[in-house]
């Protein structure tokens, strides 16, 4: 279901981007006035930019509604993912390593008891002055 959802969502992303580009934009009208305006005759003098400004709202709410549902199933809890894979076996990994480094080391030896009490420090003189 994610991968198809994936898929669309590129498509959509892709048309998005071809559709915004092949808008008028606002400066055209001035090249429109002095003879630049010949390649439009396809679509008439404004059937283009209301077939494309339609066209860019339906690919922005399609773009929004596959967004948002791929966030919606990517954080269920038991959604697949490579992310949450790859971080399980991870943690895993770091847990048996974590198993394995107390059976390596060698057993810690008794202290032996000392039978005379340290000595006290002594107290710092004062530095002699010349």
Known sequence: MIIL?????????????IVVLLQQSTGADWAGAFGGGGSQTTFGARGASTL??????????????????????????????IIHEGARQNQQQQQQQQQQQPAQQPPAQPQQQQSAPAPAPSTPSAPEKK
């Open 52 to 81: 494309l400004s339609k066209a860019t709202t339906v690919a922005a709410v399609l773009f929004m509604i596959t967004s948002l549902s791929l966030t919606i199933l990517y954080l269920q809890p038991h959604g697949a993912s």
């Open 5 to 17: 959802l994936t898929i669309v969502h590129v498509l959509v992303c892709i048309f998005l981007i």
